[in-house]
């Protein structure tokens, strides 16, 4: 929490804190930065926490942040910035939320988010779980990007068990609820439940078309899992009726076909990859090694396995000029020079799905 509040200090003219009953030092953190800290009875209801918060708020927009989130020094110089800049008839701001990250702190995984919203009656929360405020207004992007650090991991069954609650409670989901309580238990390995789930959100056609997407990748791991071949394939197949086709999703099919050693059908895919253009603005999940380095280490090992050194050699450059201190790439240098590397490994290495 000192991380996250020392960088919004500079920037924020106000700091709300909601403490929802803690037992730590939270709340002898906060009072470091702020003495606005108020106590929020735990619901099981993460929006209904951050109506709280917001409801102390007030300055004309509110920007949220969770407590292992971190405004980096140039992302806080372009937040001041854009504050000295926004015109007054803007009233959602979306900034990337950077997730995941590569050796050297490249995000590899994000995704835009209400970031900054006019105080009113339309900045409201919605959803137990996986929040959400809908966009409204004049929608601005901007090339601001919070930085999400977790330091410690919290329970992998948090949400999965609000969900179970929610549920046992009587409470019909809706197809966002469904499409992130299909996910949760894909994440704790609960694939068959997961693929179910996943099937009836598709089915039921009243979802967004990004998590349409999303469901078809997820329920094609899912599948694959299950050892289920024909459903992987149709479940990635159904991905191109939402849309023109993802780097994400060509990435899967590559490795549908690269595991069963169809080595010229995966790198059709993979090639079909690095074609796709990326549009991070469209509110879904990007996979940004999708979008260059992953094809390319795969079609690495593609050619290598058909004995096309000189074409094996030349993708693997390419991933490297992307990503230079790839763990993968780096055996790959080794490995093509004739040595091994400190594992003894004396083939190719790839990053095979997304």
């Excluded at 930065?33 to 709280?52: Q, S, V």
């Excluded at 950077?98 to 994000?110: C, L, M, R, V, Y």
């Excluded at 137990?128 to 992007?141: M, R, S």
């Excluded at 879904?284 to 090992?301: H, I, K, N, R, S």
């Amino acid at each position: 929490m000192a991380r996250c509040l020392a960088s919004a200090r500079e920037v924020a003219d106000e700091i709300i804190i909601v403490d929802t009953g803690s037992l730590d030092a939270t709340r002898d953190i906060a009072r470091g930065y702020t003495d606005k800290i108020y106590d929020f009875a735990w619901i099981d209801d993460f929006a209904a926490a951050r109506n709280a918060s917001f409801s102390y708020a007030t300055k004309d927009y509110v920007m949220w942040l969770d407590a292992d989130d971190v405004l980096l020094p140039e992302d806080a110089a372009k937040l001041r910035k854009l504050k000295e800049t926004l015109l007054p008839d803007a009233d959602t701001v979306m900034m990337k939320y950077n997730i995941a990250f590569d050796e050297q702190g490249k995000p590899t995984f994000s995704y835009f988010r209400e970031r900054l919203l006019r105080r009113g009656p339309q900045a409201v929360w919605e959803g137990a779980i996986h929040e959400v405020i809908t966009p409204f207004g004049k929608i601005l992007h901007e090339d601001v990007a919070v930085t999400h650090r977790r330091k410690e991991h919290t329970d992998p069954q948090r949400n999965l068990k609000l969900f179970e609650r929610m549920i046992a409670s009587g409470k019909v989901l809706s197809p966002r609820e469904q499409f992130y309580y299909a996910r949760e238990l894909y994440y704790n390995a609960r694939y068959q439940e997961a693929a179910a789930m996943f099937d009836r959100f598709l089915d039921e056609g009243k979802g967004w078309i990004e998590n349409n997407i999303e469901a078809c990748r997820i329920l094609g791991q899912c599948a694959a899992a299950l050892q289920d071949a024909d459903r992987t394939r149709k479940a990635l197949v159904r991905s191109f009726t939402y849309d023109a086709p993802r780097a994400e999703l060509c990435c899967e099919m590559g490795y549908y076909y690269f595991v069963r050693q169809q080595y010229p059908q995966a790198m059709w895919w993979y090639r079909a990859a690095l074609l796709c253009s990326r549009n991070d603005t469209s509110g879904a999940f990007t996979l940004e090694d999708c979008y260059g380095y992953l094809p390319y280490l795969q079609l690495c090992v593609c050619y290598d396995r058909l004995g096309q050194r000189d074409l094996a050699v030349a993708c693997n450059e390419q991933a490297g000029r992307i990503r230079p201190q790839s763990a993968a790439y780096l055996h790959n240098k080794t490995y093509f020079s004739g040595g091994e590397d400190a594992a003894g490994k004396s083939s190719p290495a790839g990053a095979q799905r997304s």
